[in-house]
């Protein structure tokens, strides 16, 4: 009996000395979809496979050479076309306690040099600290999130880099997954009520996606946010240049292996160009940067250099389209953004700038925040949750 007693005391003495773990207030699912394509147009590659590290950072003079703004050397691009199916894996949502506004889904669409773990970025060494999550904010917000890892980010197909992962594959697998959340499909885990909203937000490279999506195929698109994201070329070459290209399995060979990826899979070489590309100082945590170039980065592909022009871009002429209304609007661009702005998108995107007006002829509505003390990776800065804040209410004010 006394010994029982012991026991229940020393019990009882270790739950009250274990630290209350907050459980986060939402539920995630990890779905994976076979997609298969059909008949994809995909550009030939202009310039060959990659044989060496040396060749490649040539590729990035090549990126960055001086044109004759009179004479465009831009080689001619061949297409040719793709059937075939690959693997998606991506993560399924919902607060703990879903409400009518779980029916609204968020679909995120990351950039080039991450995974899906950039809409719910918590630092390993503070998992409570909730400021960097987007899935954390609109699920707090009552709504539902679907992140996926793109075509050539593991455990997604590591497809081939240069006639694979391309801008218009990645496309065409965004509408799939579109069609397929947009039905409750049940290949997506936890998804079981079709989605009376769904609104598509991207960062840099997934908000190309995104409005090439709304461009291509409005009738799948509700409403868009757009972050890292300009219609200037201008100021690209800063990403080239200050990365140079890397060979991904020469950079990080435990996370990269030469069995697993080719010459094709690139990257930039350390924290600092990280830095210069993503993030505007003094206004992040440097361990968040060390732990997204160690832990988080992922390879981009030559193939998608290649192809972007290939995306569907807006139809310039507006008449044409009159009759229809696109989606409703909203860019949260970076003050400091050095790769779509050269570092200040005051006046490069704005609600009375002419190419963002361009770049979606029939919205609905559109509006604009550029947001000081924010760099191109928008979600790693401190204070991140301020612009999910600004997206959730405008998602609440405009699109329910
Ligand atoms: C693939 O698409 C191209 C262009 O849209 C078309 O010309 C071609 O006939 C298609 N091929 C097949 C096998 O459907
Ligand atoms: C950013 O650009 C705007 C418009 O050109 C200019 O008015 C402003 O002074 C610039 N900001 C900085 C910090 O240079």
């Not at 550009?43 to 950072?57: D, G, H, K, N």
């Not at 075509?151 to 497809?159: D, H, K, Q």
């Not at 219609?231 to 290209?245: C, E, P, V």
């Not at 060979?247 to 899979?265: H, I, K, M, V, W």
Request: charged letters at 15%.
């Amino acid at each position: 009996m006394a010994l029982s007693l012991l026991i229940a005391a020393l019990l009882a003495a270790a739950h009250s000395r274990a630290s209350p773990v907050p459980s986060k207030p939402y539920v995630c699912h990890e779905f994976t979809v076979d997609l298969a394509l059909d008949n994809v147009t995909t550009v030939v590659p202009f310039l060959p496979e990659i044989e060496s590290r040396y060749q490649a950072t040539h590729y990035a003079n090549i990126f960055t050479t001086r044109q004759d703004p009179d004479c465009n050397s831009t080689p001619e691009i061949e297409f040719t076309s793709i059937t075939k199916s690959f693997t998606i894996v991506g993560e399924y949502c919902t607060p703990s306690k879903p409400g009518n506004k779980a029916n609204t889904l968020h679909l995120l669409t990351h950039g080039l040099g991450f995974d899906r773990s950039y809409w719910d970025f918590y630092l390993p060494s503070n998992k409570f600290d909730t400021q960097y999550s987007y899935v954390h904010a609109a699920t707090a917000a009552g709504y539902s999130t679907l992140s996926w890892n793109r075509l050539g980010i593991a455990p997604s197909t590591i497809a081939n880099p240069y006639t694979e992962v391309q801008a218009p594959v990645e496309l065409a697998l965004l509408a799939q997954l579109t069609t397929l959340a947009r039905s409750a499909h049940p290949s997506i885990s936890g998804l079981h009520t079709a989605p009376t909203t769904i609104i598509h937000v991207g960062h840099s490279w997934g908000s190309f996606l995104t409005q090439a999506l709304a461009t291509s195929a409005p009738s799948l698109v509700d409403a868009v946010v757009l972050t890292g994201w300009s219609t200037s070329s201008a100021y690209m070459s800063n990403f080239i240049s200050s990365g140079t290209l890397h060979l991904a399995t020469e950079n990080q060979p435990a996370r990269f292996p030469a069995a697993t990826y080719s010459n094709g899979f690139l990257t930039w070489p350390d924290a600092l160009a990280n830095q210069f590309a993503f993030f505007a100082y003094p206004h992040f945590d440097p361990a968040v940067l060390e732990y997204a170039e160690a832990q988080a980065k992922q390879p981009f592909t030559l193939g998608e250099f290649l192809s972007q022009q290939a995306l569907p871009a807006a139809d310039a002429d507006e008449t044409k389209q009159a009759d229809s209304t696109g989606p409703t609007v909203y860019i949260v661009a970076s003050g400091q953004d050095m790769l779509f702005c050269g570092g200040n998108c005051t006046g490069i995107v704005g609600e009375d700038v002419p190419e963002t007006k361009a770049a979606f002829p029939n919205a609905a509505e559109l509006k604009v925040d550029v947001l000081d003390g924010f760099g191109h990776g928008l979600n790693l800065h401190y204070g991140a949750d301020r612009a999910y804040e600004k997206i959730m209410m405008w998602v609440g004010e405009k699109v329910e």
